[in-house]
């Protein structure tokens, strides 16, 4: 123990002098979790160490070690100008605006990638104002991928039928997602008289985005 972490001895009678020094020693002293190397026993519930190899902390639960989530692992998209298809029936991706404030999620190269730094479960909010200028039927279909590859019922439709029609869409989904994964968010629409369509700010309104995509980590 380093002569800083020591505590104060008791020196003389003064030992208000020294209970003063105590308390100043115990509120400034914090105890620094023991490293876990592998191989450490998870049989007694409520131990809590540090993984090394995964730089996070761990508490044994059940007769296993579980991850401590700590603050991170979340971001905020949305999109400040109108989407618009440049062929019917053709499958885009959405790419968002650079997010701000966000923790350990990016966007990827190419822009439409969301990139996940840690391995988790994640809380996907998406949402899109979606209009029309055809007084026909204009469908419009969304759906999120990872690395690539469509979620399996993961898509979601809904159709306009009137000129100026305007709804927003929205869906909450959870992933479970490795660190390195990307996700993007497809759309296609049946008409491009359809679009995803933004609003500027107008006093007293604020501005109304074109689509919303909120990331938030539950747990490893």
């Given amino acids: 123990m380093t002569q ?4 104060p001895e008791p020196r003389g009678e003064d030992w208000k002098t020294w209970g003063r020094r105590m308390m100043q020693f115990m509120s400034q002293t914090r105890s620094a979790l023991v490293q876990q190397t592998g191989g ?3 049989a007694d519930d409520g131990t809590i160490m540090w993984d090394r190899g995964g730089k996070y902390p761990v508490v044994s639960e059940g ?3 579980r991850q401590i989530v700590l603050e991170g692992g979340h971001a905020n998209f949305i999109i400040t100008a109108d989407v618009t298809p440049s062929q019917a029936n053709t499958a885009y991706k959405l790419t968002y605006d650079a997010p701000s404030g966000n923790s350990k999620i990016t966007r990827g190269s190419p822009t439409t990638r ?8 994640y809380i996907l909010s998406f949402s899109a104002q979606i209009s029309s200028t055809s007084a026909s039927t204009v469908h419009f279909y969304f759906w999120p991928s990872v690395n690539g590859t469509a979620v399996a019922n993961g898509a979601m ?13 929205s869906r909450t989904q959870i992933f479970t997602l490795s660190a390195g994964d990307y996700v993007e968010v497809n759309y296609l629409i049946d008409n491009t008289s359809g679009f995803l369509n933004y609003t500027a700010a107008s006093s007293p309104k604020p501005a109304l985005p074109a689509s919303t995509l909120s990331i938030t980590r539950t747990h490893a």
């Fill in 157 to 169: 439709t809904t159709a306009l039928h009137q000129n100026n029609a305007t709804l927003v869409v």
């Fill in 63 to 65: 007769g296993e070690w």
């Fill in 114 to 121: 969301i990139v996940f730094e840690e391995a988790g479960e």
């Fill in 4 to 7: 800083q972490n020591r505590p």
């Fill in 40 to 42: 450490e026993n998870a």
